[in-house]
């Protein structure tokens, strides 16, 4: 009877830990349910919310590129019309594209939700950087530009800056390169051209060469203007419908100054003043004219 006992509440034990287990596993099904739905709501709330926001910004992107491509067609024929330099049109037009281009993304940005200000931001403090680290090529840079834009010199051209000159061979956007005549190179940086007075002799410009001389007061004047024309007449580079000039500029007991002065054409502007001096010098030994001599002044 005991031995019945105990089978017996055991048996009761195991029923009673199997329902508290069935109860503890079992599943809701309503649950079950809808959880899928919840899942495909809140996809369709992505999909309403960034959606329309993606149409928008492809079709922003698309019609802004397209205007852009006009923006830049229209502004390629502008500089042609303007005559600009050929070296400087491609980079203005790239310069023009990339800058509508960064413009337009960060318009692109915005639409879809994303915060462009630290975007700015950044590129900011790059762009300072590097500006300050390349202020001088920068500045080189900006002058080459102005140059090839403005064009106050061109290639051929004769060029004094400060103590050099030379012909220009190649205006490039941080340099611009002469040339002498005794087939020198001078690189002179573009800031250079812009910052100080230049002396241009344009290549196919009719230029007066002008050389000053001191000669001894009791010249006689006409003898002098007759080997100043002499001279003259014997330069293969002087314009005959051109005249030339003798004009005194100074006169003191002992002697007299005299701008000496006729025309050619800018490309020969140095063999022209060459010739001038070599020729001036035979013409007045031959008539017996004679240049002041240098005095020294002693202060007492």
């Not at 590129?123 to 834009?149: C, D, E, K, T």
């Not at 051929?156 to 002498?180: H, R, S, Y």
């Not at 002087?238 to 100054?257: A, C």
Request: neutral net charge.
């Amino acid at each position: 009877m005991q031995k019945s006992q105990i089978n017996f509440d055991l048996l009761h034990n195991f029923a009673a830990f199997s329902a508290k287990s069935r109860k503890r596993i079992a599943i809701n099904p309503l649950q079950t349910l809808m959880e899928p739905k919840t899942y495909i709501d809140h996809i369709y709330e992505i999909i309403i919310q960034y959606g329309l926001k993606v149409i928008a910004g492809l079709i922003m992107l698309v019609v802004g590129l397209w205007i852009i491509h006009r923006i830049t067609a229209a502004f390629r024929n502008f500089l042609k019309r303007r005559n600009v330099d050929d070296s400087l049109r491609p980079f203005l037009i790239s310069m023009a594209d990339v800058a509508l281009k960064v413009a337009l993304l960060l318009m692109v940005a915005g639409q879809l939700g994303i915060e462009t200000t630290s975007f700015i931001a950044v590129f900011s403090a790059m762009a300072f950087a590097v500006g300050l680290a390349l202020q001088g090529s920068l500045g080189n840079f900006a002058s080459g530009v102005l140059i090839l834009l403005f064009k106050p010199y061109k290639v051929g051209d004769l060029l004094t800056v400060e103590d050099k000159v030379g012909f220009v061979a190649e205006i490039q956007i941080f340099n611009t390169v002469l040339t002498t005549e005794h087939g020198k190179t001078i690189i002179i940086p573009n800031s250079k051209m812009t910052e100080g007075a230049i002396e241009n002799v344009v290549r196919d410009a009719e230029i007066q060469s002008e050389i000053s001389l001191l000669l001894d007061s009791d010249n006689n004047l006409g003898l002098v203007r007759e080997a100043v024309e002499a001279a003259a007449q014997r330069c293969p580079w002087r314009l005959p419908e051109r005249d030339t000039e003798v004009v005194i500029t100074g006169l003191s007991r002992d002697d007299m100054k005299a701008d000496v002065s006729w025309w050619s054409l800018g490309e020969n502007y140095i063999r022209n003043m060459d010739f001038m001096y070599e020729a001036l010098r035979e013409e007045f030994a031959s008539r017996g004219i004679k240049m002041a001599k240098e005095r020294r002044r002693e202060t007492l």
